[in-house]
């Protein structure tokens, strides 16, 4: 008998996998309709998803607004009453550094002006988050920028110690330091303590 962590390939051989991150899937789905109007949310351990309408009006959308908590990504598109796009933006999720591509439109729906995260630097968010993937730094993991600007921070953290009456934890990183403008990257240990 076949459990469920097993996966039965087309060579009919059966390799054992160990359940990971992504393989346990919570969530709960809700709506609200209060003073800022009609809300539809999903809400998960990996992702946060919100659809909102316009108060004055719950037929029209306001905004879509989806946070990847594994990725360190929010995305965050806003409407016009009208019904056409105003916006695209994209940050990351934890310490909302704007990345990729950022648009605006008018009114009518014509594209009024775009902002390039990507092509700033050498090395983008995405090309940060592959080598960080390369080198070995796993998932969920938190993107900070260094405190002159040069450098991506991409760091894997787990929690090692919590006190339950003091409501502190101690947690341990594994991270990985990319220079922005050449690539060069070093890996790295540090830790944090917080109040939960």
């Known amino acids: 008998q076949e459990s469920e962590n097993s996966i039965v390939r087309k060579d009919t051989t059966i390799e054992k996998e160990t359940p990971n991150y992504f393989q346990y899937e919570e969530y709960k789905v809700g709506h609200v309709n209060d003073g800022y109007g009609k809300r ?8 946060n998803a919100v659809v909102r309408y316009y108060p004055s009006d719950s037929t029209k959308l306001w905004f879509k607004h989806y946070d990847d908590f594994v990725n360190d990504t929010t995305l965050l598109k806003e409407y016009y009453k009208n019904g056409n796009l105003k916006f695209i933006k994209k940050k990351t999720y934890h310490n909302f550094i704007p990345i990729g591509v950022w648009e605006f439109y008018k009114r009518n729906g014509e594209l009024k002006e775009t902002l390039d995260f990507d092509n700033k630097y050498y090395v983008s968010f995405q090309k940060a988050i592959t080598i960080a993937k390369v080198n070995g730094i796993k998932k969920p993991f938190e993107t900070q920028i260094s405190g002159d600007s040069t ?4 760091i894997h953290w787990r929690n090692v110690k919590f006190d339950s009456l003091s409501n502190r934890g101690l947690d341990v990183g594994s991270g990985i ?3 922005r403008f050449n690539g060069h990257a070093d890996k790295f240990q540090t830790e944090r303590r917080r109040v939960r």
């Not at 539809?40 to 992702?47: A, G, K, R, T």
């Not at 450098?151 to 991409?154: H, L, T, V």
């Open 177 to 179: 330091e990319i220079n």
């Open 151 to 154: 450098c991506w921070k991409i």
């Open 40 to 47: 539809f949310y999903i809400d998960s351990l990996h992702y």
